[in-house]
């Protein structure tokens, strides 16, 4: 039984699944597999430990052998893999939901900070040697304490967003779901414009998936208007990136935060060159302790796999 890991990973996690193969080899690249290393791991492996950006498309079960039966993906989004390919390739495919929540949610805690009191414009002003000391009106921003946030997508993450803005910041919490919920302390609106125009920043964190490509764009920045903040932490192409520019560019927002883009690594120079965005290199999950306990999370999918089980985190 030979494993593939498409990537470096903490050494606990490469340990953790020796046990269970014959063989693990972890690939040094860090960067994303070509189609031609996809294909092949497909010929050579009975299971590979992918992640974002290993594009596992149609094509690529189209062009592979059928001897891997097992893609247990690293994090919990899985939209880099056809999912409905693999099944009719009897490929498994499995996630790591649950270890991502509380540090995505963090990061969204970050991004909405920095983005509304300015922090990345002033830290670059600092960096710069462009600081003349304090005065009462340098870089004032907006104060997000007892103002209302707006998150679209209330799973776990969202969740997670909410609780720290209500608890710890006393926002008020309004949201749109696809599906109904109860969640304490917060209120559901029926559309995502009524959420646009309620909140003061709206924070993205649906799943990736062919509904949410594009979901939001022009008529939402519209609707969330020039004193309101966009915050994204789901998927970049959950976002028309062009029409965000133009947004931004055009003051039709107040400014943005962003983890995640469209076409990532690439950025595009229009959202450089603007201060009232805050961008980061997808920092979600980037903690030792939460990569550690995905990577385990999906080596636990592997050993119920391996040892016939039903998978812990089916997809």
């Known amino acids: 039984m030979r494993l593939l890991i498409t990537r470096p990973l903490p050494d606990a996690v490469v340990d953790a699944a020796r046990p269970h193969f014959d063989e693990v080899e972890v ?50 989004g899985y939209n880099h893999i056809d999912v409905a390919a693999a099944a009719k390739a009897d490929v498994q495919v499995s996630n790591t939901p649950g270890a991502v929540t509380d540090a995505t949610a963090d990061i969204a805690m970050t991004l909405m900070l920095m983005t509304c009191r300015r922090a990345g ?21 907006f104060h997000v304490s007892g103002k209302t946030v707006g998150i679209i ?42 959420v646009a125009q309620a909140a003061d920043v709206v924070v993205l964190a649906v799943p990736a998936s062919p509904e949410t490509h594009h979901l939001i764009g022009a008529d939402f920045f519209a609707a969330l208007g020039p004193k309101s903040f966009l915050v994204n932490i789901a998927r970049g192409d959950v976002i028309d990136e062009a029409a965000l520019v ?58 119920a796999w391996v040892a016939g089980q039903a998978l812990p985190n089916a997809v």
């Open 27 to 76: 690939r040094e690249n860090t960067l994303p597999m070509s189609h031609a290393e996809m294909v092949a791991s497909l010929a050579l492996y009975d299971a590979v430990l992918p992640t974002l950006g290993d594009r596992y498309t149609a094509d690529v079960f189209a062009d592979g052998s059928s001897r891997c039966r097992m893609l247990a993906n690293f994090g919990v």
């Open 121 to 141: 414009e002033g830290e670059r002003l600092v960096r710069a040697d462009g600081w003349d000391g304090w005065h009462p009106t340098q870089l004032l921003g």
């Open 153 to 194: 997508g209330m799973g776990r993450i969202g969740q997670a967003i909410a609780q720290r803005c209500r608890l710890g910041f006393g926002m008020n919490v309004v949201f749109h779901n696809r599906s109904e919920k109860s969640v304490d302390g917060c209120t559901q609106l029926p559309t995502m414009d009524a």
């Open 246 to 303: 133009t947004a931004l560019q055009d003051g039709v927002i107040a400014g943005a935060g962003l983890d995640v883009y469209e076409f990532e690594p690439k950025v595009p120079a229009a959202l450089k060159a603007m201060d009232h965005v805050t961008l980061l290199p997808h920092l979600g999950t980037a903690a030792l302790e939460v990569r550690t306990d995905m990577g385990l999370m999906a080596v636990d999918n592997l050993a």
